[in-house]
């Protein structure tokens, strides 16, 4: 209606009733958000000093760099909180979404330079000659690889599925899939964790162990990175959907984080591919 | 005694600190609209009332692309002080062969120190925050969006910025405190093995903070290709009547989001190297080849990321004191979206003499020679816009004239870079950094003065100082030439790139660079001392056309915004509110 009208053509306000209250273009979330990844950075800064120097204790660097995280997390819940939870049914969809559909395809095209550069780093090394020794004694393939890739496309069929319930108006069943696929995505972080206990624990395969281990826990650490945040957006789908948020027109946040998820599930099976399975044939023989 | 050398810089600082937090409390005053504790609304100069809070919470709080556009502005001003602060000590002590200016103050190390933070603040912390500076204010107004499509994450990117300075700089003021991490001493471009097994913790310090740095620059550019695409009002601005900064700034975004993560990852992989024992760019594993090919993948495009909206603001100032439409509108257009292609696909010219497979070298020269020609295409536009035009010599025009003399002599010594039989003779010497330089003090520098001129009545609803502004228009552009070419020369000559000494027969020269940058100097001071000022005290502008555009029927979007707020705030008596901000959005 009214505020439909005034978005469209007026001077849109996109902070009313934020943090100051009061206003229409003020919020301390973003400000309180830098803080806390300065105080990450800095954290990591100190960390880094007192390994090197003995001017600060290392742990002094932990802990800044843990409260930083605190802060940083405080302050993005705070933006998420006002720009899209609180009148969530009132507020309406502004443009339809189109910019958040937007902004999530634009931030999955960073990932893939991102991973892009771990990759890069592997082929650069295989195309360089490839020994056994690179790998783990008892071989890269575990069966927890194997749970970890079916836990992971089963997660991806659903969320889909969940969103087919919500497209269908069956809300009950929407927050069945979030919630099973949440636990799939926990499952897996839980199996990763597990994969690298036994690599670093029981085979002395750890970050240092050579030129395989660099791009293996590179690139399996970002992707579970990546799976971890997945996480935590599922986990808030699961809490805005219990609160009787999202319907069959208003879904834009389930809709990205599908995207995101879809995309998470992607980067693992190319890199199931090509860093486990593909290290192994190249064992038997280099192309190069 | 350790720590004496650094006081020098710790004074510096000092000074610089006192100048942001001065300039902060003037434009408080300047622009506060509520009286502290009062309840009532004062004269309102600018924009903003009752949906921003009053004095410091208003700015650090603001989620307003404008506000945010200047918060970046100013920024970008201040990292150029640094920058040619940095600049200056080295210049002068390059006016002699030996080590003599620096020797007290930590001598060839210390050289080495400012000229990383000179490379990487004037790119990284002055050039790129002020485009984004401009395109902030200006783009959402350009494209009749209310505001950036992501208002929030719009300030946290510009937050970020001046924190992440914080590390990126503190290597030159934590000594100051006890704190004895050496300054990075890396070069701009990072190489390993030297940056991979360099001593000293600064090198970590400043590598996350540079780390933190590309997040800022990443979210930006995703929030204006969101903006251009998705907030644009479809109707008043078809793609088809999109103007041409908004483009160039859409380029930019899709570069910026490939070229921008590779840079985080292998910082990131960098960092892990020097504290957690991996092997990216150890001798077995990437080596130093990995991180040049990672490097340069994203270094290249980076050039454009910072040339491309440099060339939007000429192609939209320009024409405006030619009065006539810039030239051959879609030929511009397409050049900058195959310059943005093409970009990606010249990394290796800056690695001809790394030994890389000759095959290979071929085809990057070949690629390398072809993008001169989409950038050739936009200086004939601009000649063509310019020829015959009733030509008005504002300061907007001088600098914007000045970018196309200084970009074709940057831009054609570029070209015989790209030749690698030239190249191999002419890499890693004072040739290139001659020709670099044309580009992005001469080029990228020129632009942002002209949009700094062009926008100030917007920005400030001032007029700056004419005479200031004439003279750093002259002192930049003699004394730029004089040191630039100098530089050229002494590439000619043979002088290697990145030394604190020299053979005495390089003397003149470099003495007469130096001059050069004594002039241009010159030119800055005055250039700051004017939006300083003119921002506070100059003479209020007193229409909504300045520069008289509506008779070229060129009174663009901006321009149009800047009208209907104007003619609010007269119809209130200097108030707004939110109902009357409608109405002159919608006209
Ligand atoms: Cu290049």
Do not use: C
């Amino acid at each position: 209606m009214a505020t439909e009208e005034s978005e469209d053509h007026g001077h849109f306000l996109p902070a009313v009733r934020d943090w100051p209250r009061g206003y229409g273009e003020a919020s301390w979330w973003p400000f309180v958000t830098a803080i806390g990844l300065l105080v990450v950075y800095t954290g990591a800064s100190l960390y880094v000093i007192g390994r090197g120097t003995d001017l600060v204790s290392s742990s002094i660097g932990l802990g800044a760099f843990a409260a930083g995280w605190a802060v940083t997390v405080l302050g993005m819940f705070g933006w998420i909180y006002q720009a899209f939870i609180v009148d969530f049914w009132d507020r309406g969809s502004h443009n339809g979404g189109s910019s958040l559909r937007l902004g999530m395809l634009l931030f999955l095209g960073t990932d893939i330079a991102t991973f892009g550069a771990g990759f890069a780093y592997y082929f650069f090394i295989r195309a360089g000659g490839w020994h056994t020794e690179y790998l783990p004694e008892s071989g890269i393939l575990t069966s927890v690889l194997v749970i970890n890739t079916v836990l992971l496309v089963v997660s991806s069929f659903t969320i889909h599925w969940a969103e087919g319930q919500l497209q269908k108006g069956n809300h009950q069943g929407f927050i069945q899939g979030l919630l099973v696929t949440f636990l799939l995505g926990v499952v897996f972080i839980g199996g990763q964790i597990y994969e690298y206990y036994e690599f670093i624990v029981h085979e002395g395969f750890t970050l240092t162990s050579g030129v395989f281990a660099s791009a293996f826990f590179g690139l399996t650490g970002i992707h579970g990175l990546h799976v971890s945040f997945g996480v935590l957006l599922l986990g808030i789908l699961l809490v805005r959907g219990l609160r009787g948020q999202y319907d069959a027109d208003r879904h834009v946040s389930v809709t990205t984080v599908s995207w995101y998820w879809h995309f998470v599930d992607a980067i693992w099976l190319f890199l199931v591919a090509v860093v486990y399975i593909g290290s192994v044939f190249g064992t038997e023989f280099s192309p190069f | 005694m350790a720590v004496s050398p650094e006081l020098v810089f710790s004074v510096l600082m000092g000074l610089l600190l006192l100048v942001v937090a001065g300039w902060l409390t003037r434009l408080e005053d300047w622009q506060a609209y509520t009286p502290v504790g009062g309840g009532g609304y004062g004269e309102s100069t600018g924009h903003g009332h009752e949906e921003k809070p009053a004095g410091l919470t208003r700015w650090l709080t603001t989620v307003d692309h404008k506000d945010l556009g200047i918060l970046y502005s100013l920024f970008g001003i201040v990292a150029f002080a640094w920058g040619g602060i940095t600049a200056m000590l080295m210049r002068v002590e390059l006016t002699t062969p030996g080590m003599d200016f620096l020797a007290s103050f930590g001598g060839v190390g210390l050289y080495n120190a400012l000229l990383t933070t000179h490379g990487i603040t004037m790119l990284f912390l002055f050039a790129a925050p002020l485009i984004f500076g401009f395109a902030n204010y200006m783009v959402p107004l350009l494209v009749d969006a209310d505001d950036m499509a992501f208002p929030r994450i719009n300030a946290i990117a510009f937050w970020i910025l001046p924190f992440a300075t914080i590390l990126m700089w503190a290597g030159f003021f934590l000594p100051l405190v006890g704190i004895d991490i050496q300054a990075a001493k890396t070069s701009w471009t990072l190489y390993t093995p030297l940056s991979s097994t360099m001593q000293g913790t600064g090198v970590d310090v400043f590598l996350l903070g540079f780390h933190l740095s590309g997040f800022s620059t990443t979210m930006g550019a995703i929030n204006f290709i969101a903006t251009i695409v998705a907030e644009r009002d479809s109707v008043s601005v078809p793609w088809s009547k999109l103007d041409i900064f908004s483009w160039t700034i859409l380029t930019q975004g899709g570069l910026i989001l490939f070229a921008f993560p590779i840079l985080t990852a292998a910082v990131t992989m960098l960092l892990l190297d020097r504290n957690f024992g991996t092997m990216f760019f150890a001798g077995e594993g990437g080596g130093a080849m990995l991180w040049q090919h990672l490097f340069w993948f994203f270094g290249h495009p980076e050039v454009y990321i910072l040339v491309l909206p440099p060339m939007g603001l000429v192609s939209l100032i320009l024409p405006k004191f030619a009065g006539r439409k810039l030239f051959g509108f879609k030929f511009v257009v397409y050049s900058t979206l195959a310059i943005g292609i093409l970009s990606f696909g010249v990394w290796a010219h800056h690695m001809f003499t790394t030994g890389m497979n000759p095959r290979l070298t071929a085809s990057f020269m070949a690629i390398s020679l072809a993008i001169g020609i989409p950038s050739a295409v936009k200086v004939f536009n601009w000649i063509t816009t310019l020829w015959n035009g009733k030509l008005r010599m504002t300061a907007p025009m001088l600098f914007s004239v000045g970018f196309v003399q200084n970009f074709i002599i940057g831009g054609v010594t570029g070209v015989f870079l790209a030749a690698v039989p030239f190249d191999l003779v002419m890499q890693d010497t004072y040739y290139v950094v001659g020709h670099f330089h044309f580009i992005v003090f001469g080029a990228i520098g020129f632009a942002l003065f002209a949009a700094m001129y062009y926008w100030f009545p917007i920005m400030t609803g001032r007029m700056y100082d004419r005479r200031l502004a004439l003279w750093h228009f002259w002192l930049s552009i003699i004394g730029g030439n004089i040191t630039f070419i100098a530089m050229l020369i002494l590439g000619y000559g043979g002088m290697p790139r990145r030394y604190a000494t020299y053979l005495p027969q390089f003397m003149t020269w470099h003495a007469v660079a130096t001059v050069g940058a004594f002039i241009m100097t010159f030119g800055v001071v005055a250039f700051i001392w004017n939006i300083w000022q003119s921002a506070q005290y100059g003479k209020r502008v007193d229409s909504g056309d300045p520069w008289n555009l509506k008779q070229s029927d060129q009174f663009t979007n901006e321009w149009q915004w800047y009208e209907g707020k104007r003619q609010t705030m007269l119809a209130d008596g200097g108030e707004e509110d939110a109902d009357d901000a409608e109405s002159n959005a919608a006209d």
